[in-house]
């Protein structure tokens, strides 16, 4: 366990946190994250904002990891390994980083109702997400079979990532135990489901054609 004398932006992160604040949007103080999401969360939750380099930080009960002084608080996800089953936290109390096993960690966290707040660094300017006007594009005849190759790529691909995450098949969908019944294969799922793959596909078709592009099958 090594003491860290400044660990840059995380203190006022668990204040934030710990004081209910830090909402969707918001900039914490002298920092230059921006808070993503807050919400009750689950360990898949983590490890896909650790890999997206965002900033993780769970309300936990830390008496149940040895911080016997301590009740409820706020810490910092430094890194978790999934092959070693352990997780590094910054205790903002002690001031310090802390290997836990993961298991010790979720039952902390979940104790505390699963509280999770997410943030990210960025620009200082106000993010404006602009889209393309796609209204006038038609799609040529023939394509249906392209937009359902892209279409079950993607279900694909968000299969494979929630698989890292833990996810598996479930009867019906439960965060908790990171199970959902959208883990098959996507000629298996239901037609609503492959519905909001295939707008994706369908809008990327025709953002290509909106752009000057031409698709011919070789």
């Keep these: 366990m090594n003491k860290t004398t400044a660990i840059p932006n995380y203190e006022e992160c668990v204040k934030y946190a710990l004081e209910m604040k830090g909402y969707k949007g918001d900039t914490f103080k002298d920092t230059d994250l921006r808070v993503f999401e807050r919400r009750t969360a689950n360990p898949g939750t983590v490890f896909t904002a650790l890999r997206k380099g965002g900033i993780v930080i769970p309300v936990v009960n830390a ?31 002690s001031n310090d980083i802390q290997t836990f096993p993961i298991s010790a960690f979720v039952e902390a966290w979940e104790a505390m109702g699963g509280l999770c707040t997410t943030a990210f660094p960025v620009d200082v300017k106000t993010y404006n997400p602009k889209l393309i006007d796609l209204g006038h594009v038609q799609l040529p005849e023939g394509f249906d079979e392209l937009r359902e ?32 019944p959208d883990m098959v294969p996507y000629a298996q799922l239901p037609e609503s489901e492959k519905q909001y793959d295939r707008l994706m596909a369908e809008d990327t078709l025709k953002l290509l054609i909106a752009l000057g592009y031409k698709i011919e099958k070789g």
Aim: aromatic share 8%; glycine share 6%.
């Design 149 to 180: 190759a892209i279409a079950e790529n993607a279900h694909d691909m968000w299969a494979i990532e929630r698989q890292s995450e833990g996810w598996t098949f479930g009867l019906k969908r439960d965060d908790s135990k990171l199970e959902t």
């Design 63 to 93: 008496s149940l990891l040895g911080e016997y002084q301590v009740g409820e608080t706020a810490t910092v996800v430094i890194r978790a390994n999934q092959i070693t089953d352990m997780v590094d936290l910054y205790v903002p109390k």
